[in-house]
């Protein structure tokens, strides 16, 4: 069972950067693709970045290409992986939950995704 715990999220100015972490454990964590969606207020969950297993294919929304970043660390061991995003030039529309998950392989869409962590709260002001 895999399981994943978000981290790093909090309120922010416009302009302003923030990085979210996901600590992933269990099963072969390290040998899946990771991915981070967002829900904002009233808006269904989007597409904001993922990575494959080896962490050097990385793919973005249109809402993160060009400011956020996307990495991951499996040097830990094969159950334990860290995935972070590194969120620049933050903006009033990007305050959403954002949900880090993980795939068998990467892609844009939810449903490819089988396990999901609970979230983290982003809070941008202008």
């Known amino acids: 069972q895999v399981q994943l715990v978000e981290s790093g999220g909090g309120l922010v100015q416009a302009g302003g950067s923030l990085r979210l972490s996901c600590a992933a454990s269990g099963g072969d964590v390290s040998s899946v693709a990771m991915g981070w969606f967002r829900q904002a207020p009233g808006k269904a969950r989007e597409f904001v970045a993922a990575?494959?297993?080896?962490?050097?294919?990385?793919?973005?929304?249109?809402s993160a290409r060009g400011r956020y970043a996307i990495s991951r660390d499996n040097t830990k061991a094969a159950t334990v992986t860290t995935v972070n995003l590194r969120m620049n030039r933050l903006r009033p529309d990007d305050t959403a939950v954002y949900y880090c998950?993980?795939?068998?392989?990467?892609?844009?869409?939810?449903?490819?995704?089988?396990?999901w962590g609970q979230g983290t709260q982003v809070t941008v002001s202008s």
């Open positions: 990575i494959n297993w080896r962490g050097d294919v990385p793919y973005y929304g249109d």
């Open positions: 998950a993980a795939a068998p392989s990467s892609g844009l869409r939810q449903a490819q995704y089988e396990y």
